[in-house]
Nanobody, 124 residues
C-alpha cells in the first residue's frame, strides 16, 4: 500500500522560507512521477511542481525561481524548498505520486496516491 506523509508546513512572514517533505513508501521506484499541489480556501487545487525518477523537474509559472522540487532516493523522500514566500502562497500543500510512468502530462497526470496535506501560511 502506497503511503505519502507530508511535513514541514507552518507560518512564516512574507519573504521567508520553508521546506516541505513527503515521505513515500511501497511504490515502484523504477519509473514514476511525483508532484506537489496546493489548494487555497475556496479555490481549485493547482499544480506547483513535478519531478520524475530521472530528476527532470517542472514548475508552475507562479513559483518558478522561488520553489525547488527535489528528491532523496535513499530516504524515499520528496522535498519542496520554498523561498521568497508570498501571502498568495498560503494554501494546503499536498504531495502526489503516479507510479509506472514519467511526468509526460505534467499536472494532468492521474496521481492516484495523495498525502494528507500540510498547511503553509504566509503573512504580509
Amino acid at each position: 500500500q502506497v503511503q505519502l506523509v507530508e511535513s514541514g508546513g507552518g507560518s512564516v512572514q512574507a519573504g521567508g522560507s520553508l521546506r516541505l517533505s513527503c515521505a513515500a513508501s511501497d511504490y515502484d521506484r523504477s519509473r514514476y512521477c511525483m508532484a506537489w499541489f496546493r489548494q487555497a480556501p475556496g479555490e481549485e487545487r493547482k499544480g506547483v511542481a513535478t519531478i520524475s525518477e530521472g530528476g527532470v523537474d517542472r514548475y508552475a509559472d507562479s513559483v518558478k525561481g522561488r520553489f525547488t522540487i527535489s528528491q532523496d532516493n535513499a530516504k524515499n523522500t520528496l522535498y519542496l524548498q520554498m523561498n521568497s514566500l508570498k501571502p498568495e502562497d498560503t494554501a494546503m500543500y499536498y504531495c502526489a505520486l503516479e507510479p509506472g510512468v514519467d511526468c509526460y502530462l505534467g499536472f494532468r497526470m492521474q496521481f492516484p496516491y495523495w498525502g494528507q496535506g500540510t498547511q503553509v501560511t504566509v503573512s504580509s
